[in-house]
Nanobody, 125 residues
C-alpha cells in the first residue's frame, strides 16, 4: 500500500505563485519505475492532468495550459515531488491532486493507482 500526502495550496491573486508538494510513503518497492503526476478538477469540470514526471530520470511533461508557468521537480529520494506554480491565473483555480502509477505516464486519471487527498488552489482576479 502506498500513501500520498500533499501539502501547500491556498489562495493567491492572479500573477502570484504557489508551491504544492506530494510525498509518497508505504510500500515504495520499485518506486523508480513509477510516474507521479498532478491532476486538477475545477467545479463542474472533468479532472485533467497538469504535469507528470518519470521518477527514474526526472523527465517532466506538461499540458499546454501550464507550460512555462508550472515546474514539476523531485527530491533526491525520488518519493517527493514539488509543483511550483507561477504566473497563476483565475482559470487555474481548482482542487489539485497528486497521483502515482507504474510506467508509462498517462493523462488519464482512471489509470492511476494512488491518490492524495487533494488541495484547494484559488486564484483571484
Amino acid at each position: 500500500r502506498v500513501e500520498l500526502t500533499e501539502s501547500g495550496g491556498g489562495e493567491v491573486q492572479a500573477g502570484g505563485s504557489l508551491r504544492l508538494s506530494c510525498s509518497a510513503s508505504g510500500n515504495l518497492d520499485y518506486w523508480d519505475w513509477k510516474c507521479m503526476a498532478w491532476f486538477r478538477q475545477a467545479p463542474g469540470k472533468a479532472r485533467e492532468g497538469v504535469a507528470r514526471i518519470y521518477v527514474d530520470k526526472g523527465t517532466t511533461e506538461y499540458i499546454d495550459a501550464v507550460e512555462g508557468r508550472f515546474t514539476l521537480s523531485q527530491g533526491n529520494a525520488q518519493n517527493i515531488v514539488w509543483l511550483e506554480m507561477n504566473s497563476l491565473k483565475p482559470e487555474d483555480t481548482a482542487m489539485y491532486f497528486c497521483a502515482a502509477r507504474p510506467w508509462p505516464c498517462t493523462w488519464f486519471d482512471a489509470t492511476y493507482d494512488y491518490w492524495g487527498q487533494g488541495l484547494q488552489v484559488t486564484v483571484s482576479s
